[in-house]
């Protein structure tokens, strides 16, 4: 076997390895259609973690959804506290469908599918003393 016959045996072996990146269904379109639910506001200061929304307000589907936690006072996030729930009426619970891409930096969701429309969203976390930080974010997906 030639050496350049080797080098792309050895090049398909390495891409045949590396698991593709499917679309992951974040929001289904049976649940887009559900009834809005009025969403609430915190206010006031909180030494609770900080959950930054990274992606742009508007954005198309499949999006890589990023989310950040910032921990405050030298704790550490419980990345098993991580909740997220898409504000509707019911509320609908999709933190199963994120913790595989959750950690104690954040959410990480690669090619994530939402319908297009207005979708709220709503994160919960705590960090190692016990403080809860939340936030809702709006996703305009055309």
Excluded: C, W
């Excluded at 974040?26 to 809005?36: N, W, Y």
């Excluded at 609430?40 to 950040?68: C, F, V, Y």
């Excluded at 550490?76 to 997220?84: D, F, H, T």
């Excluded at 599918?113 to 936030?135: A, F, L, Q």
């Amino acid at each position: 076997m030639s050496f350049k016959t080797l080098s792309l045996a050895a090049a398909f072996a390495v891409v045949m390895a590396v698991p593709s990146v499917r679309a992951q269904v974040l929001i289904t379109a049976d649940e887009a259609k559900l009834p809005a639910a009025a969403t609430m506001t915190q206010r006031g200061i909180t030494r609770g973690p900080t959950i930054k929304m990274i992606n742009p307000a508007e954005t198309k589907s499949p999006l890589d959804l990023q989310i950040r936690f910032e921990p405050h006072g030298g704790a550490k996030i419980e990345p098993g506290s991580i909740r997220m729930v898409y504000v509707k009426s019911p509320v609908v619970d999709i933190t199963d469908r994120i913790k595989p891409f959750a950690t104690a930096d954040g959410v990480s969701m690669a090619k994530a599918e939402i319908p297009p429309g207005n979708h709220v969203i709503r994160v919960e976390v705590k960090d190692s003393e016990g403080r809860v930080g939340n936030t809702s974010f709006t996703l305009l997906v055309k």
